[in-house]
């Protein structure tokens, strides 16, 4: 789910600021700032000063091709209506991408977890830029996953729920962003080389 690599000038088609699916959330005009080292979404005024700009809903990717994120997660289109998003800060450029589902009901599967009245905001998909993932020089420190994430909270319609690509996004959930964690009615908490297996649903309480 995370993944990454060097930012873009003008990464997103830009439009007029739009009412994201009647929620009343212009999101574009907002920052977020987080400290260096704080966890689980600390807001505090120091460094990253994340600005999201999101698009939809619909169901063309509005990204231009950038080095540092897969073009294959970023271009053409889905079959659903879902919104697009870019995180963007000052001193780096486009640091992180994101995809979302608005009122989503996915969690059937999942025997502890209760489905919202009215859905959820998925996190269907969050890349951070190659150079500025947590396993690079120059982005050990900045968390950008996290800042994007409480980014995220502080501007879309909660609750939310993401469900994890592998053991690697279990971690970034469960550790980093401190989320619920449930097991799949099916294969609870098991995951095996090449296997699809069901994903991990992590939730917010």
Known sequence: MLSGGAASSSPVRRGPARDVAGTGVIPRDHSTRLRPGSSRGTLTPVVLDLRLTCSGPGRERPFRDAAGFNRHWWSGTVTDSRVWCSLEDPGHGEVARAELRLNSDVGVAYPTYAIPYG?????????????LTSRSLSGRGLRVGEASVARIRETMPGPFVALS???????????????QEHDHADRPGQWEHDAMLPMQLFAAE
């Open 165 to 179: 690509r592998g053991p690697d996004t279990d971690g970034f959930w469960r550790r980093q962003i401190g989320w």
């Open 119 to 131: 859905g959820a905001t998925e996190i269907l998909l969050l890349q951070v830029r190659d150079d």
